[in-house]
């Protein structure tokens, strides 16, 4: 759908046509998307969706990237991304947090570090942003973010009103949590407990250091391709089990530091990415008859 030319100049600072999709993913993969939306403020995000809503133009919320394949034949529709009106962390509490759901999850951990506040120390260790972590559940050694929630606020698509949801009311799993996909998280309010600064950055340099030696850094990957199975079936067990470390299609190959991160070594294609996805899932079903689910999210056409 094109929209009108009135509605591109009265958004024409933040809304833009065909925009290259590989700039916004870890992977560096992915084609266009039909439009592209940064919201730099809530007054800004709803005047936007109040109009769009008019249009009936599919919406794709993205967060930091961190954990997406874009397909190469691009996004159809409006990609929205929360701008810098949604990245801020305030101590509202003794040990209570609210931030914004653009913000990056490593200055979670530095911002509570810094007001003597534990049990963030593991967000650290997750790329990506807060709203993001919200919805996938994201944690690692032991923890994640349903432990430290609070309540989050988000804008219901169906009104264009923004709802307070507390933690009571929403159901968290393994990675994922039943919160509507008509939502679009601006805030949340974390928990922690106060500890000693020294203390705390101890483990959280701890906690860094572990990621380093067990997990690849500094190439095109979007972290853990497939969730795990429990806390001792995990998946790069299953992948190891079933001969697929060397496993490759295209210039897409598999990290040999961690065989649940996939690559894109330069020249990969998203396609090269979502087949060699597919071949080791088949050849891990056939090998350990584990059918493997995705932690990445696969979005476009």
């Keep these: 759908m094109n929209l009108s030319i009135n509605f591109l100049k009265k958004f024409k600072e933040d809304l833009s046509e065909n925009v290259d999709l590989s700039n916004y993913s870890w992977f560096n993969l992915g084609g266009k998307a039909e439009y592209f939306y940064k919201a730099n403020d809530k007054n800004q995000l709803l005047e936007f969706l109040n109009e769009i809503k008019k249009k009936k133009l599919k919406i794709t919320i993205l967060g930091a990237g961190s954990n997406t394949l874009f397909r190469d034949n691009g996004?159809?529709?409006?990609?929205?991304?929360?701008?810098?009106?949604?990245?801020?962390?305030?101590?509202?509490?003794?040990?209570?947090?609210?931030?914004?759901?653009?913000?990056?999850?490593?200055?979670?951990?530095?911002?509570?570090?810094?007001?003597?506040l534990s049990n963030f120390e593991f967000l650290s260790c997750i790329p990506g942003s807060i709203g993001g972590a919200i919805i996938m559940n994201s944690g690692c050694y032991s923890n994640d973010i349903s432990k430290v929630l609070l309540s989050i606020k988000a804008i219901d698509l169906n009104n264009l009103t923004e709802i307070e949801i507390s933690k009571k009311d929403i159901n968290f799993f393994y990675r994922g949590t039943n919160l509507r996909s008509d939502l679009i998280i601006?805030?949340?309010?974390?928990?922690?407990?106060?500890?000693?600064?020294?203390e705390i950055e101890k483990k959280q340099n701890d906690l860094i250091e572990k990621k380093k030696l067990s997990q690849p850094s500094q190439i095109k990957t979007c972290g853990s391709t497939f969730k795990n199975i429990s806390a001792t079936q995990k998946a790069w067990m299953l992948i190891k089990e079933a001969g697929c470390e060397n496993l490759r299609d295209g210039d897409a190959s598999i990290?040999?530091?961690?065989?649940?991160?996939?690559?894109?070594?330069?020249?990969?294609?998203?396609?090269?990415?979502?087949?060699?996805?597919?071949?080791?899932?088949?050849?891990?079903l056939q090998k350990t008859g584990v059918n493997l689910e995705l932690e990445v999210k696969i979005i476009g056409d």
């Excluded at 601006?186 to 020294?198: D, V, Y």
């Design 75 to 116: 996004v159809r529709g409006v990609v929205i991304k929360l701008g810098k009106g949604f990245s801020y962390t305030k101590l509202v509490g003794e040990n209570v947090l609210e931030v914004g759901a653009s913000t990056l999850d490593r200055k979670v951990a530095n911002f509570a570090k810094d007001n003597n």
């Design 186 to 198: 601006t805030s949340a309010k974390l928990q922690g407990l106060i500890g000693k600064r020294n």
């Design 255 to 284: 990290s040999k530091k961690h065989c649940n991160f996939f690559v894109n070594n330069g020249n990969a294609k998203s396609s090269d990415i979502e087949n060699l996805i597919k071949k080791v899932k088949k050849k891990v």
